[in-house]
């Protein structure tokens, strides 16, 4: 029997093994990073390397890393209460924050009103789709974007941006928001003021290690062309795809994340899909993790212009450099062995 092969990174990277390393080294650490002796600095050591490694990965040189436990916190942290703007297609963790007042059309780019008072995202989870950020929006959400394509937060133009580790190889439950030095921001959650008193309470040292060695690793996995592999290999699945069957990819026409393809097949419900290819030894997901296991349509596929049952036909395949070509066309043909199983049966 063939080994599993994972086709969903978009919702979690597997972990690096520099970031496994990380995080067993800074388990045997004793000291609270707020502690002033030697095992308190020794701590306190790791977490700043960390948080050099991040800032560098991202390009953040001279910006506030703000650790917290994933890209859901630092999102309410940077947008609750403000009464900002977005659009449709942004990630469930933005959207609960924001009025979705921005139009989107059917290629996904969206039409930013006041950058002002509003947050727009580098690039969609379940599309692909790369925004063009404009200058001075409020937030980004740069989640899938960082350490798939070249990112530099100084250049991004905007105040503040969401990352999270396990979306880079690091472990789940930590992330960063990411903010421009001098930016007025309050905490959330108070008490010893830690964080540069964004963000109490002692902090997950070991999950920001791991961070900290994921993002280094990410940013030289990046530099070395891995992901212009990936491309390639994404690049030849889907034209395997529109060659055999009337298959659409959301998105197809714009600039997208290297790894990223979203499949839509009206009339063959999308978790049926995942499935029946989970039987077949294979991981892709009907949209974003967070809002996959809900029976809806795509709220970004609709924002696009989708009718119900094109929005919930869809599956998101999204790839790493770990994965060869010859298993993407084993994907390839069982899936379109089980696309003509499904229009055999609804026939």
Request: with cysteine; charged share 20%; aromatic share 4%.
């Amino acid at each position: 029997m063939a080994e599993r092969v994972y086709l969903d990174v978009n919702a979690s990277m597997p972990l690096r093994e520099e970031a496994r390393v990380a995080m067993i080294g800074a388990m045997d650490l004793v000291g609270n990073p707020s502690s002033v002796h030697a095992e308190g600095r020794a701590a306190k050591a790791l977490l700043e390397k960390a948080r050099a490694q991040v800032a560098r990965a991202f390009g953040a040189e001279g910006a506030d890393v703000v650790f917290v436990s994933g890209a859901t916190e630092a999102a309410a942290l940077a947008l609750a209460g403000r009464g900002l703007h977005g659009a449709e297609v942004e990630h469930d963790a933005v959207r609960s924050h924001v009025a979705c007042d921005w139009g989107v059309d059917g290629d996904g780019v969206v039409t930013v009103g006041d950058p002002a008072t509003g947050v727009l995202q580098l690039a969609n989870s379940e599309t692909g789709v790369i925004q063009r950020l404009p200058e001075g929006l409020v937030a980004s959400d740069a989640t899938q974007a960082f350490g798939k394509i070249p990112v530099a937060f100084n250049w991004m133009g905007c105040q503040m941006a969401l990352i999270s580790a396990h979306k880079i190889g690091g472990p789940k439950g930590v992330g960063a928001l990411v903010i421009r030095r001098g930016t007025d921001l309050a905490a959330q959650i108070t008490g010893g003021g830690q964080e540069m008193g964004r963000r109490a309470g002692t902090e997950n040292l070991i999950g920001i290690a791991g961070f900290g060695a994921a993002a280094e690793a990410a940013l030289a996995e990046l530099e070395s062309g891995a992901w212009d592999r990936v491309r390639k290999m994404r690049d030849a699945l889907e034209a395997r795809l529109l060659d055999a069957c009337d298959v659409e990819i959301a998105g197809r026409a714009m600039e997208r994340l290297p790894n990223t393809s979203c499949l839509i097949t009206p009339g063959w419900k999308g978790e049926t899909q995942v499935m029946q290819m989970d039987l077949k030894g294979f991981a892709v997901s009907a949209g974003s993790a967070c809002s996959s296991g809900k029976v809806r349509e795509s709220a970004v596929l609709k924002a696009m212009g989708y009718d119900a049952a094109a929005a919930s036909g869809a599956i998101r395949v999204s790839i790493s450099p770990a994965v060869t070509e010859d298993e993407l066309m084993r994907f390839a043909d069982i899936w379109l062995a089980q696309r003509d199983k499904h229009r055999a049966r609804a026939a």
